[in-house]
């Protein structure tokens, strides 16, 4: 198992052996090193699915404000749970260079939960997986307490398809398994979620 499954699973399955930060991300720097020697490619059906974020980075400007909170890359705290879910959309667009699809991503602290969803774009010749947060929902002890769109999220929804990548929120793969994913974030931070 690669490191960077490792560092995944550990969270996953809540181990106490992890490890270090400081492995971590040379393994995510070697894998994305690797990832653009051999381009690399993958297909959006490997990321649809359930995934929970298990190790962040920072980029060096985030780390310098936050100071020695973030370091050079963490572990998310067990009570922390945030999930990220990939699931297809068909979607009717000409000359269509991309797989349609859509995601959710869900924050558990304690009884509070947060859920924000919208869609989702996969190109193949970079792996970039652009995305757009149209809708959200906030519950509290199960009960929901706000459930809508977000931003002009309905007719956003529509507009993204055919919009810029340049101009949305992207994570750009460069490890894709069975048990864990890693990308850079358009910020410029690398993330690990494990399934």
């Known amino acids: 198992m690669s490191i960077i499954e490792q560092a995944a699973n550990s969270v996953v399955v809540a181990s106490a052996s992890k490890p270090s930060a400081t492995e971590v991300v040379d393994a995510l720097l070697q894998?994305?090193?690797?990832?653009r020697k051999n381009n690399f490619s993958d297909s959006f059906d490997r990321l649809i699915g359930n995934w929970r974020l298990c190790f962040i980075t920072g980029t060096k400007k985030t780390r310098a404000k936050a100071g020695?909170?973030?370091?050079?890359?963490?572990?998310i705290p067990q009570f922390v749970k945030i999930e990220l879910s990939?699931?297809?959309?068909?979607?009717?667009?000409e000359e269509q260079n991309f797989e349609a699809g859509q995601i959710e991503n869900r924050v558990t602290i304690g009884a509070l939960k947060l859920v924000v969803s919208g869609p989702a774009k996969f190109l193949h010749k970079k792996n970039i997986l652009a995305f757009d947060f149209t809708r959200i929902t906030v519950q509290l002890l199960g009960v929901t307490l706000f459930s809508g769109y977000i931003r002009s999220g309905e007719a956003k929804s529509q507009q993204f398809y055919h919009e810029s990548v340049s101009k949305q929120a992207f994570f750009a793969y460069f490890f894709i398994t069975?048990?864990?994913?890693a990308a850079r974030g358009r910020g410029g931070g690398l993330a690990i979620w494990g399934r």
């Open 31 to 35: 894998a994305e090193k690797d990832a």
């Open 68 to 75: 020695i909170v973030l370091g050079a890359g963490r572990y």
């Open 86 to 93: 990939y699931s297809t959309a068909s979607v009717e667009i």
């Open 178 to 181: 069975d048990k864990a994913i």
